[in-house]
């Protein structure tokens, strides 16, 4: 392009205003983001308005996180406790989990005494041992029981199982196969604390992150 085309008049115009023209879509664009943000930050009450906050103040703390990821995480975190979806079954009842496989309690002594067992628990703590049967519902194909599944007990506190006699216990196996219409029984003790009344067993067949359970995952509740 020579320097006679670059100088003409009517050429500049057209430059001028696509330049004019980009600069004004991408003010427009700024100022809706900023609206937005400030409605968010306006209604701190909502989870949305909390969750922007949160993610503020942890990205002030440590500049080197990805904020944009911060705030969905925060944004995630704050609508999931109201999504989890809870399962309850009453004493000898069968609860049916949405991977296939059933479970009941069959048996709960919670005066149990050790035995031949070498379990020795803390002073003013009881033993509770509990029989359960699990079974795959499905007629033509095998289900799965994970290592992660929580088979736990809880009143407030999740606690982990101090003793298992089947191989099938998710503590104690990578996974187990159940073949369809299997039924194996687990037996499992848990140590109670003092003061702390273990009520209800706890499942969760969703894949936990370093021992936490996922805020919506779906919670099955057997009570003993």
């Known amino acids: 392009m020579s320097s006679q085309q670059l100088l003409n008049p009517r050429k500049l115009v057209r430059v001028l205003i696509r330049v004019n023209a980009t600069l004004a879509v991408i003010v427009v664009v700024l100022g809706i983001c900023i609206v937005t943000v400030q409605y968010a930050l306006a209604n701190t009450g909502s989870n949305v308005g909390r969750a922007v906050m949160n993610g503020l103040r942890q990205w002030g703390q440590d500049d080197s ?9 925060s944004v995630a975190s704050a609508e999931a406790k109201d999504n989890a979806q809870q399962y309850r079954a009453a004493p000898g009842e069968q609860i049916n989990l949405m991977n296939g496989l059933s479970m009941v309690v069959t048996k709960v002594d919670r005066q149990w005494q050790p035995g031949t067992h070498h379990i020795s628990p803390d002073p003013g703590n009881e033993l509770i041992h509990i029989e359960l049967l699990i079974g795959n ?15 736990l007990v809880a ?10 006699d089947s191989a099938t216990s998710p503590r104690s196996a990578n996974y187990e196969v159940f073949e369809p219409n299997e039924q194996t029984a687990i037996s499992i003790v848990y140590e ?15 894949r936990r992150n370093y021992g936490k359970i996922p805020e919506n995952a779906a919670q099955y509740y057997i009570e003993l």
């Open 65 to 73: 996180k990805n904020t944009q990821l911060d705030l969905q995480t």
């Open 192 to 206: 109670a604390p003092a003061g702390i009344t273990l009520d209800h067993l706890l499942i969760v067949p969703e």
């Open 137 to 151: 519902r499905n007629q033509t194909k095998p289900a799965r029981l994970e290592a992660s599944d929580a088979i």
């Open 155 to 164: 009143d407030r506190t999740p606690y982990d199982p101090i003793s298992t």
